[in-house]
């Protein structure tokens, strides 16, 4: 034996078993050993697409077998397992890992003072469109003597860290609880979880000693994502203990966590699916649509309503209010669509992006002007006569204006994150597309539900002022509401083009809103103005590339470390905000800039560090993606002892600062 294995005494790793589309080896992270335990490694190598079985690895194979009982000086050896992934083999749902895995092993020595002798039979089975059963035989010799690190060493440290962690004081994770449910029928698993971070598209993975299939569990996360709940439903005779070992391992970019626990059958029926969490989303939803329709965002739109009420006669009001409302409905599912898709590709998401965009912002204040000088009587709407024989869209098509008024309230809605706003697109943006597209689903019936009130009782239309020259000067004012979010888009728009721009861009609309009193070549011209107006941002001359300035007490973001200050014992106030933000500047006007709080920063040496998101900016993404939150404003404050932060609502007061102050003073 001594002789034939003679090339491995020094070996840092053992020669590979080759066997049908796979091979396996030993490596050793030392060249010596003088210690009772000693990590080493056990690799597999497969073929592209190839694929082995976790320990628990459903219906569709089994995990390997590994006897060591030709080994010398060794007394134990402990196999550990990486975190498996999720994957279809011939139809079955199985777990395991796929083309590269590295099991480490733990020996426990006999004597340090001898030379260790590995003598491992692995059985295994590997998969692609068939599977091939694995036998092969692997032998490393470790010398005695002083730790000495390998060109292993860093491998397998990599290979450690893919293990999932079992400390709780090493893990964002505070708790886990399991029980077993069972009846004639069914048995169920359930499993909370609660963690200091936040929990996001999570996996978690069962070890159990009955060798369960892998089913689809229902998971639900609580509304702040700190708390998650699991259901693994199986058929009755799986289960065949009272009492059982269960291995649990959660798995997200925040975990990758293990624990056990004994768990013992309740013999009554499984619990009925736990749905609060959907429903008090659901509830969530509607209150942050219906939130929406008093912000200042949604104002301008409001009165385009209003006044189409006011013009119309009571029996078209229901319909109008209904087409209004089916209007918003449908923008919310299609918004909800859009950033799904995008989040489904992997990009950066977060509610009033499209707001960073500068050929949104001229498109959404072209079409606000329009409306503008539609309140001022200087401009009106009509469609082509063939849209308009429909008798839907008969009447000077106020049907089709009801519809996208409904549309474009949606779409000014955005740059608002009302209370309960920034709590529904978290929860959409994290659970599965289907809870999600319900989220805006709901959000969108919570915004229409005046309009449907309304359209459910016409009778209240009664309750309005009778149609007279009243509504003249309410008309006017309202084209004053309209001409404000114009010149708060135009101060938008200035972040990224210079004052010429905004100069040559009114020209445009104005020659566009005049337009009917040329009577020939209307169409060109109107097609030209608008391939002008959209031409305009491409020249060099008129775009703004000057940094964003700030406040002389605030620090910028872009610019400063947070962490380091915090190493050194600092208190640091983050503000995220961003021009096209209205509820930024309502917490800037109220209570950010108010002299209080100005003086209470002061007194307690508060860095202020302000980030401006007005323009796209990736590491604004990544910072708010830590966080789970997918819109601003995001206020936070940082000391030494909360190095995470502590998240303040979206609607700042004076008295939640002053808390969150007291709370790190006292700590």
């Not at 092993?105 to 590995?118: G, N, R, Y």
């Not at 912002?361 to 539609?374: A, C, E, R, S």
């Amino acid at each position: 034996m001594l002789v034939f294995f003679c090339t491995n005494v020094i070996a840092l790793s053992s020669e590979w078993s080759i066997g049908d589309s796979s091979k396996v080896r030993l490596i050793s992270p030392y060249s010596q050993n003088n210690s009772k335990e000693l990590w080493i490694g056990l690799e597999y190598a497969m073929d592209p697409g190839w694929k082995t079985y976790w320990k628990s690895p459903g219906d569709g194979g089994f995990p390997q077998n590994i006897s060591w009982e030709n080994s010398f000086n060794i007394e134990n050896i402990e196999v550990l397992w990486p975190s498996p992934n999720e994957f279809q083999i011939l139809g079955l749902t199985s777990l395991g890992y796929q083309n590269k895995v590295i099991f480490p092993l733990k020996l426990e020595i006999s004597d340090e003072s001898q030379d260790t002798f590995v003598n491992l039979h692995v059985n295994f089975l590997i998969c692609k469109e068939i599977c091939i059963p694995g036998d092969a035989r692997v032998f490393l010799e470790i010398p005695a003597g002083n730790k000495e690190f390998t060109d292993n060493f860093f491998i397998m440290e990599r290979a450690l860290s893919f293990l999932p962690e079992n400390n709780f004081d090493s893990s964002y994770i505070k708790s886990i609880n399991a029980s077993a449910y069972k009846d004639n029928d069914n048995s169920l698993i359930k499993i909370i979880a609660e963690t200091d971070k936040s929990f996001f598209n999570t996996n978690i993975f069962l070890h159990t000693p009955f060798g369960l299939p892998v089913v689809k569990n229902s998971l639900v996360y609580s509304s702040n994502n700190q708390f998650i709940t699991a259901e693994f439903n199986y058929e009755s005779d799986l289960i065949s203990k009272a009492e059982f070992p269960i291995e649990i391992i959660i798995q997200d970019e925040n975990h990758n966590f293990i624990n056990i626990l004994d768990v013992q059958v309740k013999n009554i029926s499984p619990p009925a699916k736990a749905n609060n969490n959907y429903i008090s989303y659901i509830l969530i939803s509607l209150l942050a649509g219906l939130i929406l329709n008093v912000m200042p965002c949604v104002f301008p739109i409001l009165s385009i309503k209003l006044m189409s009420v006011f013009s119309s006669e009571q029996k078209n009001a229901r319909i109008s209010f209904f087409t209004t409302a089916f209007g918003i409905i449908f923008s919310f599912i299609l918004l909800g669509l859009i950033f799904l898709l995008l989040q489904y590709f992997k990009f950066s998401i977060s509610w009033g992006m499209q707001f960073q965009q500068p050929y949104f912002l001229i498109f959404i204040t072209l079409v606000i002007f329009l409306f503008m000088m539609n309140m001022f009587n200087q401009f009106e709407i009509n469609l082509p006569s063939r849209i308009s024989n429909f008798s839907l869209l008969n009447n000077s098509n106020v049907y089709l204006k009801d519809f996208f008024n409904g549309f474009f309230a949606t779409l000014m809605a955005t740059p608002c994150s009302a209370p309960f706003v920034g709590t529904a697109i978290t929860a959409a943006f994290t659970q599965n597309y289907l809870i999600g597209m319900n989220i805006f689903l709901f959000m969108g019936i919570g915004m229409s539900s005046p309009y449907l009130l309304i359209a459910s009782f016409p009778k209240l239309v009664n309750f309005l002022p009778k149609p007279g020259k009243w509504m003249l000067y309410v008309k006017y004012f309202m084209g004053l509401l309209l001409l404000a979010t114009v010149i708060w888009l135009s101060n938008i728009l200035l972040n990224f083009f210079n004052l010429s721009f905004l100069i040559l861009s009114l020209i445009l609309f104005l020659i566009l809103s005049y337009r009917k009193k040329i009577s020939y070549f209307k169409n060109i011209i109107t097609f030209a103005v608008v391939l002008g107006i959209f031409y305009l941002p491409s020249v060099k001359i008129l775009q703004n590339n000057s940094a964003l300035k700030y406040d002389e007490k605030w620090l910028d973001f872009f610019e400063v470390n947070i962490n380091q200050l915090v190493d050194k014992d600092e208190v640091i106030f983050l503000d995220i905000t961003a021009d096209w933000c209205a509820t930024c500047q309502f917490n800037k006007v109220n209570v950010l800039n108010s002299n209080k709080i100005i003086q209470l920063f002061k007194d307690n040496n508060v860095f202020l560090v302000r980030a401006d998101w007005t323009r796209p900016n990736q590491k604004v993404n990544i910072f708010l993606e830590k966080y789970e939150r997918f819109g601003i404003p995001f206020n936070a404050f940082f000391s030494k002892n909360f190095p995470d932060g502590i998240l303040l609502s979206e609607l700042l007061s004076e008295k939640e600062i002053l808390e969150a102050i007291n709370k790190i003073k006292n700590e």
